[in-house]
């Protein structure tokens, strides 16, 4: 067979490389299928199939730990009165930016967008648990219930919240 090695099913090429995570759920999917039909070939189908799997679900796993990183430094940036360490969460939230962005295809983005409650959910009591402890509890206090941003702010190159305190953006 001549050409690309997925020659033989147009489109795979262009999913995988478009969008990585529904790639790995469909040839788990087409394993499970192969697997079905008793083919004699020495495959170990359940393992191999898990791992694939695993491969989307640890890409998908990594882009929320990253927004949840951004959100929890965005909220750092915007509640508390301190000035330090606060050209650390930018780094942060610029690393995260730039993890997600190697990593987020059109099926992730759309998790994230569901996902965005929960994530907020976990980066808002992170974010309360240290403002608290380091002395900050009436920025904790300030922390609203429900996430103010917007995720194409979240994901955004140049989007930081202002301080609620009146802190310059001291990039």
């Excluded at 790995?24 to 359940?46: G, K, M, S, V, Y």
């Excluded at 191999?48 to 927004?67: C, H, K, M, P, Y």
Aim: aromatic share 8%; with cysteine; net charge negative.
């Amino acid at each position: 067979m001549k050409g690309s090695p997925h020659s033989w099913r147009p489109g795979l090429e262009e999913l995988y490389e478009q969008d990585f995570y529904v790639w790995t759920q469909r040839q788990a999917q087409a394993l499970r299928h192969l697997a079905e039909t008793h083919p004699n070939i020495d495959l170990d189908f359940p393992h191999l199939i898990e791992e694939v799997e695993d491969l989307g679900t640890s890409q998908r796993d990594a882009v929320r730990s990253q927004v949840r990183r951004i959100i929890e430094h965005c909220l750092k940036l915007e509640f508390p009165r301190t000035s330090d360490p606060r050209g650390g969460w930018y780094d942060s939230i610029i690393d995260a930016r730039g993890e997600i962005e190697d990593k987020l295809s059109p099926s992730l983005r759309r998790d994230l967008e569901e996902q965005l409650p929960r994530l907020w959910a976990c980066a808002r009591a992170k974010s309360d648990n240290g403002m608290r402890r380091f002395g900050e509890p009436d920025a904790a206090d300030l922390l609203p219930a429900d996430c103010p941003y917007a995720l194409d702010d979240l994901l955004a190159d140049d989007w930081y919240p202002a301080n609620r305190r009146g802190l310059p953006d001291d990039r």
